[in-house]
Nanobody
Framework: QVQLVESGGGLVQAGGSLRLSCAAS????????MGWFRQAPGKEREFVAA????????TVAGSVKGRFTISRDNAKSTVYLQMNSLNPEDTAVYYC????????????????WGQGTQVTVSS
């Protein structure tokens, strides 16, 4: 059983940056692909970024491409989401998730989820 705890959210002005972290425990972190998803009020959860077990391959959603970067440190059992050039449309609860199969934008492939961290971008 994998436990995931996100941190790093907060309030930031448009154009600013935040780095989210997700610390994993209870499993062999380096065997899991990891993903970030977000859910804004009144909207469905959407894919943000994913990374394979080694960190060698990543994919990001078109809406954040060029602004957000996903990375991981297997020695620290942590995955990161660097978010730059934030805008109010990025306001959401951000969740990290772990998949034992494949790094993907499909949420159904992820078995473990964190509790989420709030990101609010003011205009």
């Amino acid at each position: 059983q994998v436990q995931l705890v996100e941190s790093g959210g907060g309030l930031v002005q448009a154009g600013g940056s935040l780095r989210l972290s997700c610390a994993a425990s209870g499993g062999t972190f380096s065997t899991y692909a990891m993903g970030w998803f977000r859910q804004a009020p009144g909207k469905e959860r959407e894919f943000v970024a994913a990374i394979d077990w080694s960190g060698g391959s990543t994919t990001v959603a078109g809406s954040v491409k060029g602004r957000f970067t996903i990375s991981r440190d297997n020695a620290k059992s942590t995955v990161y989401l660097q978010m730059n050039s934030l805008n109010p449309e990025d306001t959401a609860v951000y969740y990290c998730a772990a998949s034992s199969t494949f790094y993907s934008g499909s949420s159904y492939l992820y078995s473990y989820w964190g509790q989420g961290t709030q990101v609010t971008v003011s205009s």
